[in-house]
């Protein structure tokens, strides 16, 4: 069991609604089927990461299942041992892959949702250096 679908369950037993964003179905619909089995409540919805409008489209299905957002869990990232090679072997199409899933998606997940979250009132604090640039973690 991945840290994602293991965050999911703990966080349904708990009593959270739950917003499964994957971009493979079957493992989406077997988390969903997780956690329902567990007695939680969620959602699926296909989501690549990497790609602005999919990120948008999963955080607002979440809201019109939910009505609200209160955590935020950016799980998704990669690391392909059969495709990351050392820099002097790195293909262009793989790292720009990589950077979307690892680095945009972290982006977009958060543009999103925070302001969802902000505006529920469930937004006390959600980065310890507020002030901190985005261009920081492409350094």
């Known amino acids: 069991m991945g ?14 609604r739950i917003i499964v964003a994957d971009i ?4 989406g619909d077997e988390t969903i089927a997780l956690i329902k089995s567990w007695g939680g409540k969620g959602i699926f919805v296909q989501c690549d990461v990497g ?6 489209y999963a955080i607002r299905k979440g809201i019109e299942a939910y009505q609200r957002l209160d955590v935020l869990f950016n799980n998704a990232g990669v690391l392909w041992r059969d ?6 072997r790195t293909d262009e199409v793989v790292w720009d892959r990589i950077m979307a899933i690892n680095l945009k998606g972290t982006v977009w997940t958060c543009k999103y949702a925070i302001p969802e979250m902000i505006d529920g009132g469930n937004c006390r604090r959600i980065m310890r250096r507020k002030h901190e640039k985005f ?3 492409s350094k």
Do not use: N
């Open 24 to 27: 493979d179905k079957k493992t």
């Open 51 to 56: 790609v602005e409008e999919d990120v948008k």
């Open 3 to 16: 840290i994602g679908r293991a965050t999911c369950l703990l966080f349904a037993r708990e009593g959270a």
């Open 83 to 88: 495709r990351d090679r050392d820099v002097t």
């Open 135 to 137: 261009l920081s973690a």
